[in-house]
């Protein structure tokens, strides 16, 4: 039989988290197992990881396959569709102007 001796369970105090814990609670009871809990982010960290595109390509890419997201579908969405448009409008202005280009 499996032997779990301790159990670290990072936690973001979002709903999501919140509902696992008794799982977690659950399991360790099961095995006689100790709780870690650490804190996944510090609010700070977790407004600035907002302004990186993967993260709402991931929270899609979640939601599409468990119906879970980080992030609402539509604003992942958005962000992608707005991440798309900048990545176009840089390549356009690169092969436009020629920027860097060998000739």
Known sequence: MLAIKHILFPIDFSERCCHAAPFVQAMANRFGAKITLISALPPVWQTIALFNPIV????????????????????????????????????????????????
Not at 85 to 98: D, Q, R, S, Y
């Open 56 to 103: 709402y390509l991931v929270s899609g890419f979640r939601w599409s396959f468990y119906s879970i997201a980080d992030v609402s579908v539509g604003i992942s969405l958005a962000m992608t569709l707005v991440f798309l448009a900048l990545c176009l409008v840089t390549v356009w202005w690169i092969f436009k102007t020629g920027y860097r280009l060998k000739r």
